[in-house]
């Protein structure tokens, strides 16, 4: 399925969305989240893209992305989502092709029900922390994650879903 969305000044972003997975087919109205979640991210975080802009969303299971973990990060296990930039981050302004975006339904549905939580906000947060991953931002140093996390937070309060990293949240205390 592809969206596409107008973003004002001729300028549209398209997102394809391909399920690999046919644990997604009963998990409701996925596209419309995808497109709310990447669109917030956009417009909270002030990013501008190039006219036309396509970015790809796969919709895996733990088996898909376990593949893609082992063989870009040598890690041989599943893993909630998966970032896979077209451009350095200096250069994806610029770039037709955003990058992909893989998400693995039952590592986020375990997570979800083991924080107490949404799929849907699990979700949605998920697809903002990939999302930003393609633009260059990160968390290996507590800088990084700082200015990540504090991007997350406004654009997940935007999308009315809860601090993922406050003190009391689950995620917290999960990590």
Do not use: C
């Not at 001729?10 to 669109?39: H, K, Q, T, Y």
């Not at 999302?131 to 990540?148: K, Y």
């Amino acid at each position: 399925m592809t969206l596409g969305r107008d973003m004002g000044e001729g300028a549209s972003l398209v997102i394809d969305i391909a399920s690999e997975s046919r644990l997604w087919d009963g998990a409701g109205a996925v596209d419309a989240l995808i497109e709310r979640a990447i669109l917030a991210a956009v417009e909270v975080g002030r990013i501008e893209l190039l006219a036309d802009a396509e970015l790809s969303i796969v919709l895996a299971d733990d088996a898909g992305i376990r593949k893609l973990n082992k063989a870009w990060r040598a890690k041989d296990s599943a893993t909630n989502v998966l970032s896979f930039p077209a451009a350095p981050p200096e250069r994806i302004a610029f770039s037709p092709m955003l990058g992909d975006i893989v998400l693995a339904y039952e590592t986020i549905e375990r997570e979800a029900v083991a924080l107490g939580i949404a799929f849907e906000a699990h979700l949605s947060h998920l697809l903002v922390h990939g999302f930003l991953h393609l633009l260059g931002f990160d968390h290996h140093t507590d800088a990084e994650a700082g200015e990540m996390e504090s991007l997350e937070r406004l654009i997940l309060e935007r999308l009315g879903i809860a601090d993922p990293y406050a003190e009391q949240s689950p995620l917290r205390a999960a990590s």
